[in-house]
């Protein structure tokens, strides 16, 4: 098989620089009020918590590195990039794409904690395909911008949500169909004893146990003496759940908070976590799956009836609403696109498929430019260096610069789409006088 040397990026780049795009989605509409959804791009199994006066969002981002994207907002409605929680995955050769790849591992269903000046990051690394179990990692770091600890658990602990109870114990609620709690050492580094069973009931819909739908993605709260655990089931078409005990272990009852699909039918709102004010009202983020753009977050309010949290307008989604009232108003912000290169280090927006192979991409080789060198590859799913970012909702356009002066036979470079299947358009240089497109 004949063999490539690529050198592509997704919104995809070599020696280049990106100008402008079309304008960024952004829901604050400048009345007072904002519209979902609050980024329209793929930001998959939120978590937020507030700290002082900022709030902080993490995101799945699977095999991508960096891993565990974190945002920062003022409002919860408009956000920039803060850092992400992982610079790299050394456990496994194959996240080099050395022997492999690790498409779909990484970082899955993130949680988000602030406890005694700290902030901690959970996440689960799946693994199947006869690999045998996958694992659990705790990132500890005092400030989100880095650096963090990261400390792999050999407990696999599914969609994981941290809980820093009153009494100093630390615990994450975990499970897929199946809800456990396990215990872990006051430091969070550690496992401290057996997980125990608190929820194993099905549901065959929204309203009616017996069936297929296992809740999971649970994120953990005490609230006025309780323990709430809200939980999505049902999948991408599903509902959302809470879980309500007086006792840590349960017994546990249960109350569905949210069944809408009319935004984006017949996807459900999805997976999320909720936040308090600091005027008390409390608010929930909480994911759609929109196909190719992926999976977006809403924000939703949180309305307590009898001691529930029901979220959005009686259970729906909204659209339009008003903005959560923080006292101020804050200049509109979203999540960096454009790129012109100019600085010494990569910008916020910008994820590597698989880990880099940093000895051969610049910024600092020519002003102004990426600079990546290319590698062999047999195709664009194995080659490093493929530089991504999310495409954005609701359409999205890209203008790219390349320099292609200095490819060699065999030399491919241009930027693309990276799905499954996959699309690019580029320059392949085919011999010493020729160049295709």
Not at 54 to 73: E, L, R
């Amino acid at each position: 098989m004949k063999k490539y040397l690529y050198v592509l990026i997704a919104w995809m780049l070599p020696l280049c620089s990106i100008h402008a795009q079309a304008p960024v989605w952004n829901p604050d509409n400048g009345n007072g009020t904002f519209t979902n959804p609050i980024m329209w791009g793929d930001w998959p199994d939120p978590d937020v918590i507030r700290v002082g006066d900022d709030f902080y969002f993490v995101s799945t981002s699977m095999h991508y590195v960096p891993g565990c994207p974190i945002a920062t907002s003022k409002d919860l409605v408009n956000w920039k990039m803060a850092g992400y929680a992982v610079d790299r995955y050394d456990e496994d050769a194959r996240y080099d794409l050395k022997g492999g790849d690790r498409y779909l591992r990484g970082s899955w269903a993130a949680t988000i904690r602030h406890h005694n000046g700290k902030f901690y990051v959970g996440f689960c690394t799946p693994s199947w395909e006869g690999e045998g179990p996958g694992h659990f990692s705790i990132c500890i770091a005092d400030d989100v911008k880095g650096p963090w600890e990261r400390t792999i658990f050999p407990e696999y602990l599914y969609d994981p949500g941290l809980l820093f109870d009153d009494d100093g114990k630390v615990y994450v609620f975990h499970g897929q169909g199946t809800l456990y709690v396990t215990e872990l050492a006051s430091d969070a580094k550690s496992v401290k004893g057996e997980k125990v069973k608190i929820w194993d009931k099905r549901f065959k819909n929204a309203h009616e146990f017996g069936g297929g739908y296992g809740m999971e993605g649970a994120h953990a709260y005490k609230i006025n003496g309780k323990y709430y655990l809200t939980c999505p089931a049902g999948g991408t078409e599903g509902w959302q759940i809470c879980l309500r005990s007086d006792n840590i272990y349960g017994p546990y009852e249960h109350k569905l908070i949210m069944n809408d699909s009319g935004s984006y039918p017949p996807n459900g709102l999805h997976q999320g976590g909720m936040v308090q004010l600091k005027n008390g009202d409390w608010w929930f983020i909480i994911m759609q799956d929109r196909g190719p753009i992926g999976r977006v977050p809403h924000l939703v309010p949180v309305k307590w009836v009898d001691g529930w949290p029901m979220l959005g307008s009686g259970g729906k989604d909204i659209i339009t609403y008003p903005k959560p009232e923080v006292g101020k108003t804050y200049p509109f912000s979203s999540p960096a696109t454009t790129d012109e290169f100019n600085t010494s280090s990569l910008g916020l927006q910008w994820q590597w498929n698989h880990n880099p192979d940093n000895s051969r991409w610049s910024l600092k080789e020519r002003k102004g430019h990426m600079r990546l060198k290319a590698s062999y590859a047999e195709s664009l799913k194995t080659a490093r260096n493929t530089l991504t970012q999310r495409v954005q909702g609701p359409s999205s356009e890209a203008t790219v610069e390349l320099d292609v002066s200095g490819l060699k036979d065999g030399n491919v470079a241009g930027f693309g789409v990276f799905e499954f299947p996959y699309a690019y358009v580029a320059v392949e240089q085919t011999n010493e006088e020729n160049c295709n497109v």
